[in-house]
């Protein structure tokens, strides 16, 4: 909402909102310098002006806004902060929530570019530019050491961070794992809310005024009314579009007979990137043809979407369909619609019976099309991605099986793979399933599964249970540490942190013995069995408050590597020894059987973290001993 198009704006200034997405240079910098700084000062005037409370917590979709950190960051400096202690509090009520599953789509910027824009004689003076670049620093992910990235930058000044999939957060804490160096993927401080979508905008009125258990035939019924409604809206837009490529209206009349309220009706419709695949419907384009015009079980598809102005990839997938949708055979039955916009979305989403996603997994963070869809008692047809990967049931849908393994490199027979997959549901379960009907022509089994996706799926897909989620999990957490994080403290809290990364590399951890108080040889180890870990930890120039100290337990996989990790506290065991080393020890349950592995670790420990992983600090062993750090249970 906020324009830099008016009159006291030099020329340059007023294009900076002048498009979305505004390339990968200076335009777009200035766009989320704008998005960034510009905003919190918006808000504060808003605030001033009205009377209304400051907020407590900021929330960062991407990179975009993620300047207003570094805008925060100054105000507390002109308050009395230093830059750490200023960091630290904007930390504690900052909310960073990533939607990008490829390090490609994350802005990233020259760092020479991002010091002349917000150095001294630019938008942030009195704040350390040489600071401000360390957060953006993406070589701890393998990134460039000239590039700023916008992501690197979230996180790192975010103290509460999620995806927006259960999948989709797995993803993200092994993409940006090199942020916590010594925590395996697993333990990297990201979690996930699952999007939502907003009812009142995506479900049909008459969708909306079904009682709590409608009939069979009232849902059929209304079901074919949806269908009509989209058949009828089809056939305006469709003629509309002939005319705009030119076509005279004498030459149109078969635009009358296009799709058939009567037939099974899949909709796919949305932004058009490659990883979405608009086009793996045509990969075998004689098999697609035998589903749309089977005698007996036909099937029709309605296609909306829109490339990126500069997405010539996307450009030419629209082409390739719309050649397809053009074929006299088959345009009874297939449909493109350009210009995709909420407006057209409105009556997709009810009108088709099936909706469409083909994504490659696990590149679709989370995917709203399909929720919009579900509200309105569409099936789901889709590959088990984003959002669908945790919410799939048999009774709301079907899952279009992926490719693994060494088809899943070969990107083209992945896509005759999966292509196959897809056409082979079509034909055997999801077009059986609509024509199955009884006596009174109702498709008991369909309904049954339109019941269920409305009763059951519905709910979970709402923004009322996403905003929920994160005003319970992140905003009130977050408000809580930062009312906790007093000036003084955050003082303290930004000098233990240094104090402690200071003294890291003098934190070592000696051999550690796994064994038995009873028993020397642990091989025939049982379920049940209680080893004792011993260790003696050098902290250097640390207290024992300033750490802990865990013995991690896990899976071996086949890579020797430890999995479905699990942490025992270890506690001092005696004084130090005469090198100063501190002895721990405590026991393990072995409570699982199978291949177990265990190691030691100390990281650092103090009550205003928010992670055990947020400094990303963690010193391990050279070697573990004793038939207890590698055995089979049975």
């Not at 700084?37 to 917590?57: F, N, S």
């Not at 269908?227 to 009358?256: H, P």
């Not at 799939?392 to 196959?420: C, M, S």
């Not at 337990?553 to 430890?562: F, S, Y």
Request: charged share 25%; aromatic share 6%; glycine share 10%.
């Amino acid at each position: 909402m906020l324009d830099s198009d008016v009159e006291e704006n030099a020329p340059g200034e007023r294009s900076v909102t002048d498009r979305l997405y505004g390339g990968a240079g200076e335009h777009r910098l200035l766009q989320e310098m704008l998005l960034g700084i510009g905003g919190v000062r918006a808000v504060r005037t808003y605030t001033r002006l009205t009377g209304t409370p400051d907020p407590e917590v900021f929330h960062t979709n991407e990179g975009h806004a993620g300047f207003l950190g570094l805008e925060r960051i100054r105000e507390l400096q002109g308050e009395g902060l230093d830059f750490d202690s200023a960091l630290e509090t904007v930390r504690a009520g900052t909310v960073f929530t990533t939607h990008t599953p490829v390090p490609a789509g994350i802005d990233r910027f020259d760092r020479a570019l991002v010091a002349r824009h917000l150095g001294e004689d630019g938008e942030l003076p009195g704040v350390d530019t040489g600071k401000v670049l360390a957060l953006g620093d993406e070589t701890p992910l393998g990134g460039e050491p000239g590039v700023f990235n916008m992501a690197a930058m979230g996180l790192r000044l975010a103290q509460r961070a999620n995806g927006v999939s259960t999948l989709h957060g797995a993803v993200s804490r092994a993409m940006f794992a090199g942020l916590w160096p010594g925590f395996d993927a697993e333990e990297v401080p990201i979690t996930s809310v699952t999007n939502g979508v907003h009812a009142p905008t995506w479900v049909a009125p008459e969708v909306g005024r079904l009682g709590p258990d409608p009939a069979d035939r009232e849902l059929w019924d209304l079901r074919r009314t949806l269908r009509e409604r989209l058949v009828t809206d089809v056939r305006e837009r469709l003629r509309a579009s002939w005319r705009q490529r030119g076509a005279a209206a004498a030459e149109l009349g078969w635009t009358d007979s296009v799709l058939d309220p009567d037939v099974l009706t899949i909709g796919f419709a949305r932004r058009v990137p490659s990883y979405k695949r608009l086009t793996l419907m045509l990969r075998d384009k004689d098999r697609l043809r035998a589903l749309l015009l089977h005698p007996e079980r036909p099937v029709q598809l309605v296609v909306a979407g829109k490339a990126h102005p500069a997405d010539d990839g996307g450009k030419r997938l629209v082409q390739e369909l719309v050649r397809f949708a053009d074929d006299p055979r088959v345009r009874h039955r297939i449909v493109f619609l350009p210009d995709y916009g909420m407006a057209m979305a409105r009556g997709l989403y009810p009108g088709c019976d099936v909706w469409l996603n083909n994504p490659l997994r696990p590149l679709e963070a989370c995917g709203t099309s399909g929720m919009k869809a579900a509200l309105n008692g569409c099936l789901n047809l889709s590959v088990l991605d984003g959002w669908w990967d945790e919410w799939y049931e048999p009774d709301f849908g079907w899952a279009i099986p992926t490719a693994d393994g060494a088809a899943a490199a070969d990107e083209e027979r992945r896509d005759d793979l999966e292509a196959a997959a897809l056409y082979e549901l079509i034909e055997r379960r999801v077009a059986p399933r609509f024509y199955d009907r009884g006596p009174d022509g109702v498709p008991a089994g369909w309904t049954a599964m339109v019941r269920r996706t409305l009763t059951d799926l519905g709910p979970k897909v709402l923004a009322d249970r996403m905003v929920r989620e994160y005003v319970e999990r992140l905003y009130v957490p977050a408000a809580a540490a930062h009312r906790a994080l007093t000036p003084e403290r955050a003082r303290e809290l930004a000098a233990w942190k240094a104090r402690v990364r200071e003294a890291w590399p003098k934190v070592a951890v000696d051999r550690v013995e796994v064994g038995d108080d009873l028993a020397d040889d642990l091989a025939d180890a049982e379920l049940g069995a209680t080893p004792v870990v011993r260790v003696r930890v050098a902290l250097g120039a640390l207290a024992p408050d300033d750490v802990e100290v865990q013995a991690v337990t896990g899976r071996v996989d086949a890579d020797d590597t430890l999995a479905d990790l699990r942490a025992v506290p270890l506690k001092p065991a005696g004084g130090p020894d005469l090198e100063g080393r501190q002895p721990y020890a405590g026991t393990l349950a072995l409570d699982r059987t199978g291949s177990f592995g265990c190691t030691v670790r100390v990281r650092p420990s103090h009550p205003l973290l928010a992670h055990p992983a947020e400094l990303g600090l963690a010193a391990l062993p050279e070697e573990t001993t004793g038939e207890g750090a590698g055995v089979l249970l049975r």
